[in-house]
C-alpha cells in the first residue's frame, strides 16, 4: 500500500510533516458546534476576533487552552440565546476587558493607534509637496521637456550602450 | 576546556572591537591608509576570534557537554545531531552569540572586499561597526555568557522544546539575522557619513550591495519564518502580526524604503538625509526587535526567557548607537546639500513616494506593536492590537505603494509625463482587467475585494512584463535590437523586474488565502471519511510509532478527489517524555499551487478521532513570491556596476550632479 | 543655527526609549480586574461536602473575606497553601475556597491530604464562576468587603511579602470602616 504512494509525494509529505505544536492544532472541537450554520459561522467569526487571554497571542478560534474552549463554548450559548454579536463581545468585554478584542476599540486613549497612520500619510504628503514648491523655487533653469520615446530611441542608437536603468 | 577557550576567544574579539572602534576615530584627521589597514584587520581578527567561540560552543552541544549550563538546559543525548546543533541558538545566550557572529561577518566581509572604498570612509564604516560589536560583546559577557558552567553536572539535559526540533530552526533564524542584523552596514555606513560631513553619489553606490545582501537575506529569513509556522502550529495560520513577527518585518519595511531611496542619492544626488535616516532607523528597528524577544515586555509565542535585566542593557545600548547617530544627525543632516531638483512625475517622484508609503506603513506596524504598552502606562487598562487594526491600516496604505510599482520603474529621471508613461504600461493594464474579470466571474460577483487584489496581483506580474517589453523595444524594433538591448542591460533590471513581479505572486497568494482557504472538522473512525471543496478525506487507520526522543499516534488519510485517489498523507499526535510535552505533526499535500492539510486530533476514547481537513488554495504562492523577491535582489547584487571601482569623481568637484 | 527640524527624529527616539524603558516594568502577562469595586458577581454552587446548603454570592455579604481559587492539579495552590493554612490559623479574615475546573473527588483528596484552610467550598467544575470572575488561572486571590463588593484581585500564590505588601494594608482599610 505505502509502495503506491508516488515517491514525490511521500518526500513532500515526509519533509513537510514535522510541525511539533504546544498548543495543539486548530481548537474547534466538533463537540462544540452549533447546529445552526448561520449561528455558527457568526461564532466563529466573533471567535477570531477576540484574544484567548492565557495564551501568547492567539484568538480563541485558534487557541487549544482549555479556558479558550470555555470561552468558545459560553459564546455559542450567548449567540445561541439570542445575543447580537456586540452584546456577547461586551459580555467577555465585561469580565477580561478591552484586552480580550483583537480589534482594539475606539475610545479616547486608542484615537491615536486609529488616526495615527493617516495622520503620518498625511503629514508626509505635505511635506512632500513643500519639497517639490521649495524645489521649484530654486533657482535652477528650467529643464528641457523630455524626450519622446523614438528620440530616445535615435539616442540609445547613437550612443551604442545600455543606459542606465 | 571548550568553554573556557570559547570564553577566552570572545573576551580577545571584544577588546580587538575596543582598538577597532578607537583607532579611526582617534585618527579621525590623520587617518589615511595606515589606519585603514589596521581596521581592516581588526575586522577580520574579531570575526576570527568570534567563530572560533561560536565553534566552541557548537562542539559543546554537539559533545552533549552538561556542565556547560547552556548545553544542560536546552539539549538532551537523545536529540537527533541536527537538532543538536541547530540548538546552539534555540535559546538567549546561543542565539546572541550568532548575533554578533553575523555582526562580525559582515564587518570582515568589508574589511575583505571593500576595496574599492576609499581609505577614510572604510576605516570611519568599520570603526562605527566596531563599536557595535565591543557593546554587544560587552552584553555578551555581563549578562548573556554562554559558556557558565554548573558547578554538578546533570547526568543529562532538559532536551530542547520539541517545536524547535525542526530543520525550520536550522535554517531560520540564520537567515533572519543575516538580514537583520546585516542592516548594521547600513547603520555603520550612515554613521560614518555623518562623521566626514558628506555623502555623494559614490556613497550611495559602495552601500547599495551591503543594504541588498541583507535585503534579500531578510527576506528569506521572514519567509522561512512563516512556512516554518504554517506548518508547525497546526492550523495552518501563516502570519499573526505577532510583535516578534512585527519586529522583523519593520526593519524589513524600512530597509525596503532605505533600497530605494539609495538608488535615488545615487543616480540624482536627491534624498540623502533620508536615505541616511533610513540607514539609521532601520538597524534601529533591527536593534528594537532584539529587545522586544528578550525583554519581557510584550507577549509573544517567539520570547526568550523574559528578563528584564536584560532588556534594560539592550536599551541602554540602542540608547547609545540610536541616540548618538540621530544626534549625529541633527547636528550634520543640514550640511548635506541636496542635489538636482526634480517634477513629482518623474523616477525620483515616484522613489520618493515609495518611502513616505513605506515609512508611513513601518511607523504603522510600530505603533500597532508598541501601542498596548503605552495604554498600559497611561492608566490601567490593558488593549490588544491585533489582525484586525492591521488589516484597517496596514492594508491600504500599501495599496497605492503596489498601484505605483509597475509605474514608477518605467518613469524616466528628472521629468515625466504620466500619460506616456501609463501608455507604456497598457499591456499591464488589459491584465489586469482580465484578472479582474475572471475573478468576479469565479466569486459570482460577491467578493469585491479579492477582485480587487486579484487585480493588482496582474497588475504587478504584467507590470513587470510590460516593463521588459519596453526596455528591449519588443515589437518597435528589430528582433535582433531587441535580443541586443536585453543581452546589454544591467542585471539590476532583470532584478528589479523579478522582485516586483514577485511581490504580484504574493498579494495573489495572500488574496486566495483570506478569501478561499476552507476546514472542516468531523469525528472520524477507521475507515470513516468526511468531504469537503472536491475532496474525499478518509481515515484509513490510526498506529502507534516510535520517534527518536518520542512516542506518537499516527493516523493514515487516504484523499480522493472526483472519485479517483488523490494523495496519501499522515499526521501524528507526538509525546516527549523529556519535556513532558504534547505536540501535533500535520501532513501536508502541496503542488506549489494549492495545499491540502490534514490533522489528527484528540481522540475521544471511544474509537474515534477529531480530523481536522483544510483546503488552502494559492498558500505556497505566497512563499514563492516572497522567493522570487529575494531572488531578484540576490540577481541585482551581481550587477557589474556595484561591483567595479568607485565612480571617477568630475573635476569640477564633489557636488557635481552629472548632466543628463 | 541649527534647524529644530533635524532634532525631530532624536526627539521621537527619545521618545520611544522612555515608552520602552517604562514599559519593562509592566508584566504583560497582567491583566487588570475589571470586577473591581463591582458586587460579586451572583453564584450558587454546591459545597464540597454537600452536606450544607453549597456556597452562593451571599456567603459573602457581612464580613471582610477573601475569595481564593484554587484547583487540585495546581502546583502554585500546593505552594501557597501553607500561607492559607496560617491566615486560616490565625482567624482574622475567613477563606472561603473556589475549587475551579476540578473534579469533587479530587478535591475532596487534595483538601484531606493537605488540610482544608477555608471555611466553605464551591465546587465550580464547568469554570463558569471563573469566567464571571474574570479569573485566567489558579491560583487567584479576591479580597471582598461587607457589602460584597470585590476590592482587590491577587494573581499568583500568595507569599509572606505579598501579603505584607498588598493585602494587609488593604484588609486594615476594610475593617476599619464601620
Known amino acids: ?165 | 576546556m571548550a568553554a573556557e577557550a570559547g570564553l577566552f576567544a570572545i573576551i580577545i574579539a571584544l577588546f580587538i572591537s575596543l582598538v577597532q572602534s578607537i583607532v579611526p576615530l582617534a585618527l579621525m584627521r590623520r587617518g589615511g591608509p595606515a589606519a585603514a589597514a589596521f581596521v581592516r584587520q581588526a575586522a577580520i581578527g574579531q570575526f576570527v576570534f568570534i567563530a572560533v567561540a561560536f565553534g566552541c560552543l557548537t562542539y559543546a552541544f554537539v559533545t552533549s557537554d552538561f556542565s556547560v549550563q547552556v548545553v544542560a538546559a536546552n539539549s538532551h543525548t537523545l536529540k537527533p545531531l541536527l537538532y543538536k546543533v541547530s540548538g546552539v541558538w534555540g535559546n538567549h545566550e546561543g542565539s546572541m552569540l550568532l548575533w554578533v557572529l553575523i555582526l562580525s561577518l559582515f564587518g570582515a566581509a568589508v574589511a575583505l572586499f571593500g576595496d574599492n572604498l576609499p581609505d577614510r570612509l572604510q576605516a570611519n564604516v568599520l570603526g562605527v561597526h566596531g563599536l557595535i560589536g565591543l557593546g554587544f560583546l560587552t552584553f555578551i559577557v555581563i549578562t548573556s555568557n554562554p559558556f557558565t558552567r554548573l558547578i554538578n553536572p546533570p547526568a543529562d539535559g532538559n532536551g530542547l522544546n520539541p517545536i524547535l526540533q525542526d530543520p525550520g530552526l536550522a535554517i531560520h533564524p540564520p537567515f533572519l539575522y543575516l538580514g537583520y542584523v546585516g542592516f548594521s552596514m547600513a547603520f555603520s555606513f550612515s554613521v560614518a557619513a555623518l562623521i566626514e560631513g558628506k555623502v555623494d553619489a559614490s556613497w550611495a553606490r559602495w552601500v547599495r550591495p551591503w543594504v541588498l545582501a541583507a535585503w534579500c537575506f531578510l527576506t528569506v529569513g521572514i519567509t522561512l519564518g512563516s512556512a516554518w509556522a504554517y506548518y508547525t502550529l497546526g492550523w495552518g495560520g501563516w502570519w499573526f502580526w505577532d510583535p516578534v513577527e512585527n519586529a522583523s518585518f519593520m526593519p524589513w519595511l524600512a530597509g525596503t524604503a532605505l533600497l530605494h531611496s539609495a538608488l535615488v542619492v545615487e543616480r540624482r544626488h536627491a534624498l540623502i538625509s533620508w536615505t541616511i535616516l533610513l540607514g539609521i532607523l532601520t538597524f534601529s528597528l533591527s536593534l528594537i526587535g532584539t529587545f522586544l524577544v528578550r525583554s519581557g515586555v510584550l507577549t509573544s509565542v517567539h520570547s526568550f526567557a523574559q528578563d528584564p535585566s536584560r532588556g534594560a542593557f539592550i536599551l541602554a545600548l540602542i540608547l547609545l548607537s540610536t541616540g548618538g547617530a540621530l544626534t549625529l544627525f541633527a547636528i550634520r543632516a543640514p550640511r548635506l546639500r541636496n542635489g538636482a531638483p526634480f517634477a513629482i512625475i518623474s523616477r525620483e517622484g515616484g522613489l520618493t513616494v515609495n518611502n513616505i508609503l513605506l515609512t508611513t506603513a513601518t511607523a504603522t506596524v510600530f505603533l500597532g506593536t508598541f501601542y498596548p504598552i503605552f495604554v498600559d502606562m497611561m492608566g490601567n487598562d490593558k488593549i490588544s492590537v491585533g489582525p484586525p487594526y492591521y488589516n484597517m491600516t496596514f492594508v491600504p496604505i500599501m495599496v497605492p505603494l503596489l498601484l505605483a510599482m509597475p509605474i514608477g520603474p518605467i518613469l524616466k529621471w528628472k521629468r515625466d509625463d504620466i500619460r506616456s508613461a501609463m501608455g507604456r504600461l497598457k499591456p499591464a493594464a488589459y491584465a489586469c482587467l482580465v484578472a479582474a474579470i475572471i475573478t468576479l466571474v469565479v466569486t459570482l460577483g460577491h467578493n469585491v475585494l479579492a477582485t480587487f487584489f486579484m487585480a493588482i496581483a496582474a497588475w504587478l506580474v504584467f507590470g513587470s512584463f510590460a516593463i521588459l517589453v519596453h526596455r528591449t523595444r519588443i515589437g518597435s524594433v528589430p528582433l535582433s535590437k531587441s535580443f541586443w538591448l536585453a543581452r546589454t542591460t544591467p542585471l539590476a533590471f532583470y532584478g528589479l523586474i523579478i522582485a516586483h513581479a514577485g511581490m504580484g505572486v504574493t498579494i495573489a497568494g495572500i488574496t486566495g488565502m483570506t478569501n478561499w482557504a476552507t476546514e472542516k472538522i468531523e469525528m472520524l473512525r477507521p475507515g470513516q471519511s468526511l468531504q469537503l471543496s472536491g475532496y474525499d478525506v478518509r481515515l484509513r487507520s490510526v498506529g502507534d510509532i516510535a520517534g527518536p526522543n518520542y512516542e506518537a499516534e499516527r493516523g493514515y488519510f487516504d484523499i480522493a478527489r472526483r472519485g479517483k485517489p488523490f494523495a496519501q498523507l499522515y499526521s501524528e499526535r507526538r509525546f516527549y517524555p523529556v519535556r513532558q510535552q504534547q505536540t501535533t505533526a500535520a501532513g501536508i499535500r502541496t503542488n506549489l499551487i494549492s495545499n491540502l492539510y490534514v490533522t489528527l486530533g484528540d481522540p475521544d476514547g471511544k474509537g474515534s478521532w477529531a480530523v481536522r481537513f483544510y483546503y488552502h488554495p494559492f498558500m505556497p504562492l505566497v512563499w514563492l513570491g516572497a522567493l522570487t523577491m529575494s531572488l531578484g535582489g540576490f540577481i541585482s547584487l551581481f550587477d557589474r556596476r556595484l561591483r567595479v571601482g568607485a565612480p571617477q569623481r568630475s573635476a569640477t568637484g564633489l557636488f557635481a550632479v552629472p548632466a543628463e | 543655527m541649527l534647524p529644530a527640524r533635524s532634532f525631530i527624529p532624536l526627539a521621537a527616539f527619545l521618545a520611544v526609549a522612555a515608552l520602552l524603558a517604562i514599559g519593562l516594568q509592566n508584566d504583560p502577562h497582567k491583566i487588570p480586574s475589571m470586577l473591581i469595586d463591582k458586587p460579586t458577581p451572583d453564584f450558587a454552587l454546591t459545597s464540597l461536602t454537600g452536606d450544607d446548603n453549597g456556597f452562593s454570592h451571599h456567603d459573602l455579604k457581612g464580613n471582610v473575606s477573601l475569595l481564593n481559587v484554587f484547583a487540585s492539579w495546581c502546583p502554585g495552590c500546593r505552594v501557597e497553601h501553607p500561607m492559607l493554612m496560617q491566615l486560616a490559623a490565625r482567624g482574622d479574615v475567613p477563606i472561603y475556597g473556589l475549587n475551579w475546573k476540578d473534579r469533587q473527588a479530587d478535591s475532596k483528596r487534595w483538601l484531606a491530604k493537605n488540610q482544608n484552610p477555608y471555611a466553605r467550598v464551591g465546587l465550580d467544575e464547568s469554570g463558569r464562576v471563573g469566567i464571571d470572575l474574570g479569573v485566567t488561572g489558579v491560583p487567584e486571590t479576591f479580597v471582598i468587603d461587607r457589602t460584597g463588593r470585590i476590592r482587590y484581585r491577587y494573581p499568583g500564590p500568595i507569599t509572606q511579602e505579598v501579603w505584607q505588601e498588598h493585602f494587609e494594608p488593604l484588609l486594615k482599610d476594610l475593617r476599619g470602616l464601620q
Not at chain 1, 49 to 61: F, K
Not at chain 1, 70 to 75: A, M, Y
Open chain 1, 1 to 165: 500500500m505505502r509502495g503506491k504512494k508516488k515517491p514525490w509525494l511521500k518526500v513532500t509529505a515526509a519533509t513537510l510533516l514535522m510541525g511539533l505544536v504546544l498548543a495543539p492544532c486548530h481548537a474547534v472541537t466538533p463537540d462544540e458546534v452549533l447546529k445552526d450554520p448561520v449561528l455558527e459561522s457568526r461564532a466563529r467569526a466573533l471567535s477570531q476576533q477576540l484574544r484567548c487571554v492565557v495564551c501568547q497571542n492567539q484568538s480563541i478560534d485558534d487557541s487549544n487552552a482549555p479556558l479558550a474552549h470555555d470561552l468558545r463554548v459560553l459564546l455559542r450559548e450567548r449567540l445561541a440565546a439570542g445575543d447580537s454579536d456586540q452584546q456577547a463581545t461586551d459580555f467577555l468585554v465585561a469580565r477580561y476587558g478591552n484586552f480580550v478584542l483583537l480589534k482594539p476599540p475606539l475610545h479616547w486613549n486608542t484615537v491615536p493607534l486609529w488616526i495615527g497612520p493617516f495622520l503620518i500619510l498625511l503629514i508626509a504628503g505635505i511635506g512632500f509637496r513643500r519639497y517639490f514648491g521649495r524645489s521649484k523655487h530654486a533657482a535652477t533653469p528650467e529643464a528641457p521637456s523630455p524626450l519622446s520615446d523614438n528620440e530616445e530611441q535615435r539616442l540609445e542608437m547613437l550612443l551604442g550602450d545600455g543606459r542606465s536603468v
